[in-house]
């Protein structure tokens, strides 16, 4: 009786194996055998890299990374380049991002390299818009964000605002909202209706900061909401991230771009996630503009507790594990109705919800 490896096929039956010329039972053997040595491969390969790295020297800040070295600025404020380690490298979009502590070593011949990215408090990351399977963090670390919005080029979205402070809260980032372009916006009782519709965050406690880039109106206590904090800027294409960057501290040089005519869009000025250093201690990453923002992972479950005022009402829902979306007596729903819930973020909820992996 033939004895039956691990890493072969089942056969029908012994007399059938044997039958079967040689070199047809090597490639069976051989691509049954391959997954399991391709992740044992792969696992021993970075574990023989992290012991032929050297010792490790100092910590430091990664504040821009790209498809080669990665910038780190140590400690002392110098700024060095860096190379990622072929386990790094492999997925870069999220093992190693602006805002990560890491430990670096010096190689033989002098070349510096990332030994070690330190555990991360926080996180702002999406899925890839090229493989929504990938996991893309676009900053980490950090202490608060602003989800940056405008009145007009282009028009105030509150169903990306919405976006975005679902996934800072789920990264663990405490947020608030500028509106920018606060010059454009319209005057009398015109902007107190354009005002309403930020009412729902302001109830929910998120700051809320009108400014003007241009002009410099509001940028005082946004200025002081993100003093000497590690901060993200993010929001949409056009809605002046990047010049308010250069408003809030004139020698940071950030690229600036004009809103492309037409359908009042924005166009993209920042393509990576950098880190810009104020006067002040504060480090903001400026991210490149979005004009709609995945989630990434979330259950529906999860998704409702992102929107706190559902939360007294859902308790009265006639089902526990009620979606608010078509469940017969859903009290979140009839809130929406009502106007006791804002309609609007209701309605970003059933989109968000709508496109989430069911799976």
Request: no cysteine; aromatic share 2%; net charge negative.
């Given at each position: 009786m033939r004895t039956v490896r691990g890493?072969?096929?089942?056969?029908?039956?012994?007399?059938a194996w044997e039958?079967?010329?040689?070199?047809?039972r090597h490639r069976a053997r051989r691509t049954r055998a391959a997954p399991q040595?391709?992740?044992?491969?792969?696992?021993?390969?970075d574990e023989m890299q992290r012991a032929a790295l050297p010792p490790a020297l100092d910590d430091g800040l990664v504040v821009a990374t790209s498809r080669g070295p990665c910038t780190v600025e140590l400690d002392d404020g110098r700024l060095i380049a860096a190379v990622l380690p072929k386990a790094l490298a492999r997925d870069d979009r999220s093992a190693v991002a602006v805002g990560?502590?890491?430990?670096?070593?010096r190689r033989a011949h002098g070349e510096l390299v990332v030994r070690e990215v330190l555990p991360r408090t926080s996180q702002l990351a999406r899925p890839d818009p090229f493989d929504p399977r990938r996991r893309r963090v676009l900053a980490a670390n950090l202490e608060r964000a602003v989800a940056v919005a405008s009145w007009r080029r282009?028009?105030?979205?509150?169903?990306?605002?919405?976006?975005?402070?679902?996934?800072?809260?789920?990264?663990?980032?405490?947020?608030?909202?500028a509106v920018n372009k606060l010059d454009l916006a319209a005057r009398g009782s015109a902007f107190e209706a354009e005002l309403e519709a930020l009412r729902p965050y302001r109830e929910l406690g998120v700051p809320v900061f009108p400014c003007s880039a241009t002009t410099g109106d509001g940028l005082a206590p946004l200025r002081a909401w993100i003093g000497g904090r590690l901060v993200a800027?993010?929001?949409?294409?056009?809605?002046?991230?990047?010049?308010?960057?250069?408003?809030?501290?004139?020698?940071v040089v950030a690229a600036v771009g004009e809103v492309a005519r037409g359908a009042g869009r924005g166009r993209h000025t920042t393509t990576q996630p950098q880190i810009h250093r104020l006067a002040d201690g504060t480090r903001i990453v400026d991210t490149p503009g979005v004009r709609e923002f995945g989630l990434w992972q979330m259950s529906a479950r999860e998704l409702a507790a992102y929107f706190p005022e559902f939360e007294a009402h859902a308790a009265r829902c006639r089902f526990n594990d009620c979606s608010h979306a078509h469940e017969p007596l859903c009290e979140v729903r009839?809130?929406?109705?009502r106007g006791t819930i804002s309609p609007a973020r209701f309605a970003t909820y059933l989109r968000i919800l709508a496109s989430l992996d069911p799976a």
């Open positions: 890493d072969e096929p089942p056969a029908a039956d012994d007399a039958a079967l010329p040689k070199r047809e040595r391709a992740r044992a491969d792969a696992a021993g390969a990560d502590r890491v430990r670096l070593a282009p028009p105030l979205a509150t169903g990306l605002l919405d976006r975005l402070l679902v996934a800072l809260a789920s990264g663990g980032v405490g947020a608030a909202i800027f993010v929001g949409h294409s056009g809605a002046g991230k990047s010049s308010l960057i250069n408003a809030l501290e004139p020698l009839s809130a929406a109705e």
